[in-house]
T-cell receptor, first 115, second 113 residues
């Protein structure tokens, strides 16, 4: 079956430091990976969409300078939160899709706490 | 842009009673987006509950069902008889391209004995 893993599941970082999180697809080819953030009391907000062999598209209010993403192959993607501050805390979710499939498979999320 | 609206932030229902969670959508990028309901149980990840990709069709899973209504742009989630194990947060979502979803704000369902 298709599974998506995310590492780490929880992490704490000091304000102003950076934190890298990973997303791994197993059982299918992750031709596109979407990264989302759920801030406290909010819904899942799309950060960016990464498609293999295409440029990464960031949503308004999110930038490559703040959330650089790597998607080097069809099973792995990573995103870094640079210079994290309190407003960056929340649950970061990755959703991966295989080519023409109608849905994404989601990982369990990485919960980021910023002190 | 595309958006999804869930008006109830929290719903409390007695066990064995019926449930309806409202969801309406607005799609500007595509006429007929794919529609989804996801569920997140306490301590677990986001799971797909059901999806409908054709307007007018009904999707169902685990006793839940939702009908894609293009006239009212709604995709309400219903269940005839809820159980305590249904307590979770439910998210309505739409996808125009399939590569990402737009989520509603979520509805926390609490089923009480």
């Amino acid at each position: 079956g298709a599974l998506v893993y995310q590492y780490p599941r929880r992490t704490i970082c000091k304000s102003g430091t950076s934190m890298r999180m990973e997303c791994q697809a197993v059982g299918f080819q992750a031709t596109s990976v979407a990264w989302y953030r759920q801030s406290p009391q909010k819904t899942f907000e799309l950060i960016a969409l990464s498609t293999v062999n295409s440029a990464i598209k960031y949503e308004q209010n999110f930038t490559q300078e703040k959330f650089p993403i790597s998607h080097p192959n069809l099973s792995f993607s990573s995103m870094t939160v640079l210079n994290a501050y309190l407003e960056d805390r929340g649950l970061y979710l990755c959703g991966a899709r295989d080519g023409g499939a109608a849905e994404q498979f989601f990982g369990p999320g990485t919960r980021l706490t910023v002190l | 842009g595309d958006s999804v609206t869930q008006t109830e932030g929290q719903v409390t229902v007695s066990e064995s009673k019926s449930l309806i969670i409202n969801c309406t959508y607005s799609a500007t990028s595509i006429a007929y987006p794919n529609l989804f309901w996801y569920v997140r149980y306490p301590g677990e990840g986001l799971q797909l509950l059901l999806k409908v990709i054709t307007a007018g069709q009904k999707g169902s899973s685990r006793g839940f069902e939702a009908t894609y209504n293009k006239e009212t742009t709604s995709f309400h989630l219903q269940k005839a008889s809820v159980q305590e194990s249904d307590s979770a947060v439910y998210y309505c979502a739409l996808s125009a391209s399939g590569t990402y979803q737009r989520f509603g704000t979520g509805t926390k369902l609490q089923v009480v004995p």
